[in-house]
Every structure is written in structure tokens, then in C-alpha cells.
């Protein structure tokens, strides 16, 4: 774990959505673990609202990019993601953290679009928007493609999730290896506070 104390002030912390703020779903009709698709679905993780509510006091920027492709897929209605998404955030500062912004990626990968994770073109925009300088700031993540997405844009990389995994494997072979590696958001912000 490497985290050294940078200026706050120009710092975002962007993170993906469906594992990381919130839980996945089984969904039995497709057979599939995967975001929700019904407000009803909708879990937060444990702790994870008193944690961004530390790093709004903190004086962090916190922004959100996530690929939401379940429409596009069939799956269900784009109003539907969109009503989860707005349930998300109600739940996540329902403690006082401060949502900046949420960058959501509509296609499937098929669609070979420019936002899509890996690309880096949502946080790009997020960094930019918020006049955020990348080598300060994080993308906080459960999956490859928010890491190679963190890579591209020349942000620090947090990786949420066991080391003894396949990701791992992964790793190793792509050549990326997080700034920090641990179980779950509250142990990332413990972290991060400690460091300043």
C-alpha cells in the first residue's frame, strides 16, 4: 500500500458503482450477478455512507463512473437504471457526503464506444470537470476495467477486493498493481485519513 500525503484540495475521488457503493444482485431470470435493476434492489454497502461522508469533511471531491449497459442489454429500461441511480445517491448522503458528479456509461461493449470502461474518457471528464489534478486523486475500484480505466487517465488506483483471487493473476500479467489493495470503501478511507 502506498499512500502519501497530497494536496486535498485539488484531489477527486471517483469511484465505480455496483460492488463498491452498493451491493450486486442475482438476478435468477438472466442467471446473472450484476447491478440492480430495480430500486427495490438497491443495497448500500455497509459503512460505506459514513465513509464518503468522512471524505466530504475531509474536504474531498467525490465523482462516481460506472457502466451501466443492463438497457442496452434488454435487460431492463433506461428510466429504470436511472430511478436506481438516483436511489443510490439518496442512500449514499443520507450521512452528509456530498456527490459531485456521476458519469455513467449507457452502452455494452459491443458498442465499442469511447466511455466505456477501460477507456479513460469518464474520469477524464470527471478530473476535468472538477479542476482535479489526476496524479492527486484515486479511481477506486472491484474490477480490472476501473483499474486500466485509472491507468489511462494517471490516477492512483485503488483496489477493493481479497488478494488471493484470480484478479491477481490478472494483475501480474497486465502489469498493473493498485496504490492501495484492501476489503471494502470504510478500510480505503481509514487509510486515506491516516495519511494526511
Known sequence: MMMQNVPVSDSLLIFDRDGVLNAMCIHQEHGTIDSPLNEYEVSIVPGVPEALATCTRLGYKIAIATNQPAAAKGKTTRANLERVHACIL???????????????????QEDRCTCRKPQATMLLKALTMHEAHPAHSWMIGDGITDMQAGLAAGVRLAFLGPKKCDSCKVHERLGIWPHYWGKDVPSFVEALEKSL
Open 90 to 108: 439518496s442512500r449514499l448522503t443520507s450521512c452528509g457526503a456530498k456527490i459531485a458528479s456521476s458519469e455513467i456509461c449507457w452502452h455494452t
